[in-house]
């Protein structure tokens, strides 16, 4: 079962930052916050990953709370290329990747 | 491209048949998962392989079987078809355990 609690949808104004929420309340000491993203029906996308400490790469940022129950994901300039389905996942590195329902992220022109 | 191959793309049958999705992981990657994802529903794991060997089984029906060959690829194995195993099949590779995985296109499977 996923361990993660996410918004089923939102909404962002294309060029705004969209950010994206995720609850993970029960997270464990080795497990880390990963997100992946699925356009249409194209494979998931990996998009970033972290443990305790804010990550950034060229696609995103990572925001993870002090306490790690919670973490954002930051999109900083959304376009019409973000729409898709964005999943927060928790594991262990070495664990399983399982899916939950993600959140269906709508960029508005 | 995320150098995920998986053959072939789109694949049509009948109920009752038995077909064989491949997939090529990324060069180097030991380690390969399968996944199935029906019309609107989620990404539900059925299998990990690590280095030929079989790592994690997810919810995969009797009817359906994995491998992995000693040169890395995977081959999924779907039998007595049935209306509902229609959909999208995942294939996705990763470097080691401790690394990010990589997702193939998919193969789409319709059971007519």
């Known amino acids: 079962d996923a361990k993660t609690t996410q918004p089923p949808s939102m909404d962002c104004a294309e060029g705004r930052a969209a950010n994206l929420p995720c609850n993970h309340s029960?997270?464990?000491?080795?497990?880390?916050v990963y997100w992946y993203r699925q356009i249409h029906s194209q494979g998931p996308q990996y998009i970033i990953h972290?443990?305790?400490n804010n990550e950034t790469n060229e696609m995103a940022s990572l925001i993870i709370t002090e306490d790690r129950k919670s973490s954002t994901l930051i999109l900083p300039h959304a376009t019409l290329r973000d729409t898709a389905v964005y999943y927060c996942i928790v594991r262990e590195r070495d664990d399983k990747i399982i899916f939950g329902k993600g959140t269906r992220l709508h960029i508005l022109p | 491209d995320s150098g995920v191959t998986q053959t072939p793309k789109h694949l049509i049958t009948a109920t009752g048949q038995r077909v064989t999705l491949r997939c090529s992981p990324r060069s180097g990657d030991l380690s390969v998962y399968w996944y199935q994802q029906s019309l609107d529903q989620g990404l539900q794991f059925l299998i990990q392989y690590y280095n030929g060997e079989e790592r994690a089984k997810g919810n995969i029906l009797e009817r359906f079987s994995a491998q992995q060959f000693p040169d890395l690829h995977s081959e999924l194995n779907l039998s007595s078809l049935e209306l509902g195993d229609s959909a999208l099949y995942f294939c996705?590779?990763?470097?080691?355990?401790?690394?990010?995985?990589?997702f193939g296109q998919g193969t789409r499977l319709t059971v007519v």
């Open positions: 029960t997270i464990s000491g080795n497990e880390y």
């Open positions: 996705a590779s990763q470097r080691g355990l401790n690394t990010e995985a990589f």
């Open positions: 972290g443990l305790k």
